[in-house]
């Protein structure tokens, strides 16, 4: 096994990672435009030698599913021309089968002015290459492209199966991808959301939380500007109403800890927050003359990786509910307040998973360090092999800074780190034939 494991890892240091990663930041794939990456996907996965797979969610059938949730463009357009592409590479028998998984999709890049380089261009300086995507989350794509490639170019067989899954929609709900995948029977004795994440090797995430959305329309009364004293301003109201939702967002903040959320911050050096309540939209008016005649606020309440969503939502409801009846005008003209398209439940996979041990002593192994267990605080496509797959899954990569930035960028080491880590797991818990 080790001449083996030592072949392996020497062609995946020859394999090219980073022009790999390059190719896919260079084709911009924000939510709902992923067709031409995916694309590229095929024709890499083919490369490797993996029997390959598109399919298209059907929109009718996947919205059956309690777990589904999708963006509105994708309820209105459906998933044509947005497959999610599958890449096999059968064993020999006899050992355990893996499926490795990430996302095509990537969030906009927002205003140009922002990034100093280009965001599509792939650019390298030193140890990093720039681009979006290139942290969140195409490096995860590159890495296991790369990994399949070093297995194929070793002559090496494994004993269980291999899996690579490229999906799309992660960032905004999963629906249409990784949960159709699940529907549509994807299963393993283990899975890897390659994605690389802060404090890389240094700790293997074993959960994630989840998330609710919302929509709070608050009332007032219409009325000219001139006689605003004789009128109910519906903004001011729904600052109240704002305020009553950052006292329970501080509230949870506290009282609301989960060690293997809060460690994977203090790996990173970031302050430790395992839930988060935020309004993220306000919308009011329709004229400076006019007073609104309502304010809307949307935003989305974290659920912790041990609680419910329907116990988080109870919380929120009677909240709002107490608040406005301690408000002479909300107490008689209440609120209206609305769980929209957003829905994402938060998952654990056993820690004392063999799986999970597996990954745990790889990752100690190939950096040379301790390896905790930890879990993240948003959400991820982790849920769906874990609640409705039956399949124990973990994000294992290395260092990698947030993504969703400007100038949002990977580090090459890392990125070759991933390999090197990835090709150790997948012998070690496929088995060489």
Not at 7 to 30: M, N, Y
Not at 54 to 69: G, I, K, T, Y
Not at 347 to 359: E, I, N, S
């Given at each position: 096994?080790?001449?083996?494991?030592?072949?392996?890892?020497?062609?995946g240091?020859?394999?090219?990672?980073?022009?790999?990663?390059?190719e896919l930041?260079?084709?911009?794939?924000?939510?709902?435009?992923e067709e031409a990456?995916?694309t590229?996907?095929?024709?890499?996965f083919?490369?490797a030698g993996?029997?390959?797979e598109?399919f298209e969610?059907n929109?009718?059938?996947?919205r059956e599913?309690p777990?589904?949730?999708?963006?509105?463009s994708?309820?209105?357009?459906?998933?044509?021309?947005?497959p999610?592409?599958?890449g096999?590479?059968?064993?020999?028998?006899?050992?355990?089968?893996?499926?490795?998984?990430?996302?095509?999709?990537?969030?906009?890049?927002?205003?140009?002015?922002?990034?100093t380089?280009?965001?599509?261009?792939g650019?390298v300086e030193?140890n990093?290459?720039?681009?979006?995507?290139?942290g969140?989350?195409?490096?995860?794509?590159?890495?296991?492209?790369a990994?399949?490639r070093?297995l194929?170019?070793?002559?090496?067989?494994?004993?269980g199966d291999?899996?690579?899954?490229s999906t799309v929609?992660?960032e905004?709900?999963?629906?249409g991808?990784?949960?159709?995948c699940?529907?549509?029977?994807?299963r393993?004795?283990?899975?890897v959301?390659?994605?690389?994440k802060?404090g890389?090797?240094g700790?293997?995430?074993?959960?994630?939380g989840?998330?609710?959305?919302f929509?709070?329309?608050?009332?007032?009364?219409?009325?000219?500007?001139?006689?605003?004293?004789?009128?109910?301003n519906?903004?001011?109201?729904?600052?109240?109403?704002?305020a009553?939702?950052?006292?329970l967002?501080a509230q949870?903040?506290?009282?609301?800890?989960?060690?293997?959320?809060?460690?994977?911050f203090e790996?990173?050096?970031?302050?430790?927050?395992?839930?988060?309540?935020?309004v993220?939209?306000i919308?009011?008016?329709?004229?400076?003359?006019?007073?609104?005649?309502?304010?809307?606020?949307?935003?989305v309440?974290g659920v912790a990786?041990?609680?419910?969503?329907d116990?988080?939502?109870?919380l929120?409801?009677?909240h709002?509910?107490?608040a406005a009846?301690?408000?002479?005008?909300l107490?008689?003209?209440?609120?209206r307040?609305?769980?929209?398209?957003?829905?994402?439940?938060?998952?654990?996979?056993d820690?004392g998973?063999?799986f999970?041990k597996?990954?745990l002593?790889v990752?100690?192994?190939?950096t040379g360090?301790?390896?905790?267990?930890?879990?993240?605080?948003?959400t991820t496509d982790?849920?769906?092999p874990?609640?409705?797959?039956?399949?124990?899954?973990?994000m294992?990569?290395?260092?990698c800074?947030?993504?969703?930035?400007p100038?949002?960028?990977?580090?090459?080491?890392e990125?070759?780190?991933?390999?090197?880590?990835?090709?150790?797991?997948?012998?070690?818990w496929c088995?060489?034939?």
């Amino acid at each position: 096994m080790k001449d083996v494991l030592e072949k392996v890892i020497s062609q995946g240091r020859r394999t090219d990672v980073v022009s790999l990663l390059q190719e896919l930041v260079r084709i911009p794939s924000p939510t709902g435009e992923e067709e031409a990456v995916q694309t590229l996907v095929q024709e890499r996965f083919a490369d490797a030698g993996l029997e390959v797979e598109a399919f298209e969610a059907n929109l009718e059938e996947v919205r059956e599913h309690p777990a589904f949730s999708a963006p509105r463009s994708s309820l209105e357009r459906g998933y044509a021309g947005r497959p999610n592409v599958i890449g096999r590479m059968r064993g020999a028998g006899g050992g355990r089968s893996l499926l490795l998984f990430c996302h095509a999709d990537t969030v906009p890049p927002g205003p140009r002015s922002a990034w100093t380089r280009d965001p599509f261009g792939g650019e390298v300086e030193g140890n990093r290459l720039y681009g979006r995507g290139s942290g969140d989350a195409k490096s995860g794509l590159a890495v296991m492209v790369a990994c399949a490639r070093a297995l194929k170019a070793a002559g090496v067989r494994l004993k269980g199966d291999l899996t690579l899954l490229s999906t799309v929609e992660e960032e905004e709900g999963g629906g249409g991808g990784m949960l159709a995948c699940v529907l549509r029977g994807l299963r393993a004795d283990g899975a890897v959301y390659t994605h690389m994440k802060p404090g890389g090797l240094g700790g293997v995430d074993i959960g994630s939380g989840g998330d609710v959305s919302f929509r709070i329309t608050v009332p007032g009364q219409a009325g000219h500007k001139g006689s605003a004293h004789l009128f109910v301003n519906a903004i001011g109201k729904a600052e109240y109403i704002h305020a009553a939702l950052r006292e329970l967002d501080a509230q949870r903040g506290e009282a609301v800890r989960e060690p293997l959320v809060e460690k994977r911050f203090e790996i990173s050096g970031l302050a430790p927050r395992t839930v988060n309540l935020v309004v993220t939209v306000i919308r009011a008016g329709v004229s400076i003359g006019q007073l609104p005649a309502e304010c809307v606020l949307e935003g989305v309440a974290g659920v912790a990786p041990r609680e419910s969503l329907d116990e988080v939502k109870k919380l929120v409801e009677d909240h709002v509910a107490r608040a406005a009846g301690a408000d002479p005008w909300l107490r008689g003209h209440p609120p209206r307040l609305e769980w929209t398209e957003r829905r994402a439940e938060p998952c654990l996979t056993d820690p004392g998973h063999p799986f999970v041990k597996t990954a745990l002593s790889v990752a100690e192994r190939v950096t040379g360090r301790p390896c905790q267990r930890q879990a993240l605080n948003g959400t991820t496509d982790m849920r769906f092999p874990v609640l409705y797959g039956d399949t124990p899954t973990i994000m294992f990569g290395g260092e990698c800074p947030r993504g969703h930035i400007p100038d949002e960028y990977t580090h090459i080491d890392e990125l070759q780190l991933s390999v090197d880590g990835l090709l150790h797991l997948i012998l070690e818990w496929c088995g060489a034939a």
